[in-house]
């Protein structure tokens, strides 16, 4: 079945780490996007990527890292320049057109030790 | 970036009709209105989506106002599944902004 799957589901960081999440989908969707996930907030875009080799920032971008050397695979770094990293962080992507929706994966619960 | 407003949170009994309300006065000519909904520790999933005129699919329909300031998501019979946050977000450019979304409580 095709899908975004997102790796690890859990994962904790310790102080002053940098971290990547995981995300890859078999959908031959153009573009991927990564948000986070505050409790009882909605989701905030942290990076996007509408073509390989190329990505924009987001609304809160400051802290974190992508790159997009294949099609199907959008990694997160979580570095330790961002202080408040503790959120779930989802992971999308979308065929090209303006009126295509976007598919989620089920997201990595990231937390700090 | 267009935005929409939302009730915090709806009820409804379990195979009842539901009409969540959107508002998104400042929605531009390009814009389309996507639904999406939530269920804890769960990646938003798709619903629905529309630009001018009214949508079904299988899972909900979608009532678009006649000058587009407003729409609402209907479920036509509620079941226990349907408890989810709802988010109705303006597309533009590829971006989706997410709000607070409405959370749908449903009781049998």
């Known amino acids: 079945d095709g899908g975004i799957t997102q790796s690890p589901k859990y994962l904790f960081r310790k102080e002053g780490q940098n971290v990547t999440l995981s995300c890859e989908q078999n959908l031959n969707h153009d573009a991927m996007y990564w948000y986070r996930q505050d409790p009882g907030q909605g989701l905030r875009l942290i990076y996007y990527s509408q073509i390989v080799n190329d990505f924009q920032k987001g609304d809160i971008a400051e802290g974190y890292s992508v790159s997009r050397e294949k099609k199907e695979s959008f990694p997160l770094t979580v570095t330790s320049a961002q202080k408040n990293p503790t959120a779930f962080y989802l992971c999308a992507s979308t065929p090209r057109g303006e009126d295509q929706p976007q598919h989620f994966g089920d997201g990595t619960r990231l937390s700090i030790l | 970036d267009a935005k929409t407003t939302q009730p915090n949170s709806m009820e409804s009994n379990e195979e009842e009709p539901v009409h969540l309300p959107c508002n998104h006065s400042?929605?531009?000519?390009?814009?389309?209105i996507h639904w999406y909904r939530q269920l804890p520790s769960q990646g938003p999933e798709y619903v629905i989506h529309?630009?001018?005129s009214n949508v079904n699919n299988r899972m909900a329909s979608l009532a678009i106002a006649e000058d587009r300031k407003s729409s609402t998501l209907i479920l036509h019979r509620a079941t226990l599944r349907d408890a989810a946050v709802y988010y109705c977000?303006?597309?533009?450019?590829?971006?989706?902004?997410f709000g607070t979304g409405t959370r749908l409580l449903v009781s049998p």
């Open positions: 977000i303006l597309r533009s450019f590829q971006k989706l902004v």
């Open positions: 529309g630009l001018t």
């Open positions: 400042t929605i531009s000519g390009t814009d389309y």
